[in-house]
């Protein structure tokens, strides 16, 4: 077994015995414990009771994170004409249309976020093998196929969190950076949460939340009081 490191084993100590506590003390023990060299992300995942293979189960949404995610987010978007000139001029870091689609099944995707215009999903439909899995395809559920690209660019840019149920039933997202405000780190974490609460599926049956846990980048997970997270 690989020895742990100093930074690892004194994290780890801090974590220990520490197990559904308030959002407040899990946000200051990953803060209080982010020491690498980078500024970490810190990161939470929730475990769901569904099974995202049934369609009635199926957990997506979106939350615009009231204090942005510290990550540069890069947005490409599939328009053409004014649109694309829209786009651009909301801060699009790439826009095109057939040239783009050709980039992307090229292998070449630079981009965190991708958004269309309604006109643009044929073309974009061809890149569901290569989008999906990535969580980047367009969806007008979350905002991301549209005519306003502009309010959707902007949005992306600044600090609007996209989620989806996995195979295993699990939402995760990065909610802020180690070098954030406590508070702030708080606030972002009960927005996700009450985004993946209101975004609970119809098929849903018995505890819907079965574990939150926050973690940074390079350090241990404390789970997060779930009764106490989404106020029952």
Known sequence: MAKLGKRTKAAREAFAGKENVTIEEAVALVKGNANAKFDETVEIAVNLGVDPRHADQMVRGVVGLPNGTGKDVR???FARGPKAEEAQAAGADIVGAEDLMET????K???DRCIATP???PIVGRLG???GPRNLMPNPKVGTVTMDVADAVK???GGEVQFKAEKAGVVHAGIGKASFDEGKLVENVRAFVEAVQKAKPSGAKGAYMKKI???STMGPGVSIDVAGAVGE
């Open 104 to 107: 992307v099944q090229g292998g």
């Open 129 to 131: 093998k290569v989008l």
């Open 109 to 111: 995707i630079e981009f």
């Open 155 to 157: 949005a992306a840019k």
């Open 119 to 121: 006109d643009m999903m």
């Open 75 to 77: 947005v490409a978007v």
């Open 213 to 215: 846990a926050l973690s």
